[in-house]
């Protein structure tokens, strides 16, 4: 049965970094229940070739289009090119992110930049892009992919983790800025999710161990798994809700896990 309150139906979503991984996932997600979908990957190959991967699935086939959000005329092109297309965008999904792991003292400029300019300063202008186009129309909702790092710092990601924790100053800081003209901003933090990108780092027993000891529901999380977040606050469902951060993490935010005997001492 279809319930209007959760629905997209018909939607325009624009899914940054929609080329892999997460983004794929949510892009598809939106596809499969009818909203108009653009994704966006580095290069215009990279994001077609993911765009007709999903097309089979979909009520809509998905467009795919090339830009690299670092660069504000790239974004600017972006936006004019979607709007001018479809209209305007109801929902901007922020995903495109990079990382690079490493200790403090090893990271170099050319890490620093390439990490914060992809994670935070490209998520801030397609946010400002569309967040005119968006306040202008008095309606619209923006989802940024966060982190577990937006919680607390994970070693030898420093700049991974300064740029997820920014993200969630921004989402609440946009939220308050443009709750009044009807925009809504929210991010999703996913917990520990496995992708072809991460499968290397789960593989190794002593990662993989920590991981499913410290989450709860004893497993590592997929992209599917933050598809039903990102349709919920892009649904009239989530009408109240702005300038949140929703844990998508297997309950590993919850608590810890240590190694305390099961019976007998105090």
């Known amino acids: 049965m279809s319930d209007e309150l ?11 970094g ?21 994704l966006t990957g580095r290069t215009s190959a990279a994001a077609e070739k993911s ?17 690299d959000v670092t660069r504000a005329g790239d974004v600017e092109q972006l936006v004019a090119g979607v709007l001018e297309r479809f209209g305007h965008v109801d929902t901007l999904v922020n ?5 690079r792991r490493k200790p403090a003292l090893d990271v170099s400029e050319d890490d620093y930049d390439f990490i914060l300019d992809t994670n935070l300063k490209g998520a801030f202008l397609l946010s400002r892009e569309l967040g ?6 008095g309606r619209g909702s923006q989802i940024n992919i966060a982190s577990l ?18 993200m969630a100053h921004m989402t609440r800081g946009l939220a308050v800025e443009w709750g009044p003209a009807g925009v809504r901003v929210n991010a999703i933090a996913p917990g520990f999710i496995l992708t072809d990108l991460t499968r290397k780092l789960w593989s190794d027993p002593t990662m993989q161990g920590w991981g499913l000891a410290n989450t709860p529901q004893r497993r590592l999380g997929t992209p599917e798994d933050i598809v039903g977040a990102a349709i919920f606050l892009a649904s009239p ?19 810890w896990s240590w190694p305390i005997p099961q019976s007998g001492g105090q």
């Open 18 to 38: 929609g080329t892999r991984g997460i983004g794929l996932a949510i892009a598809g997600g939106f596809a499969e229940r009818g909203a108009r979908v653009v």
């Open 149 to 166: 790092n937006t919680d607390r710092p994970l070693k030898n990601v420093l700049p991974y983790a300064m740029s997820k924790a920014a």
């Open 237 to 255: 469902a989530a009408a109240f809700i702005t300038g949140q951060i929703l844990y998508v993490d297997g309950g590993f935010t919850s608590g």
């Open 95 to 99: 995903v495109a992110g990079v990382n």
């Open 6 to 16: 959760f629905s997209v139906q018909e939607q325009i979503v624009l899914v940054s």
């Open 51 to 67: 765009a007709q991967q999903l097309a089979g699935g979909a009520e809509c086939a998905p467009l795919g289009l090339g830009c």
């Open 132 to 137: 005119k186009a968006m306040t202008a129309r």
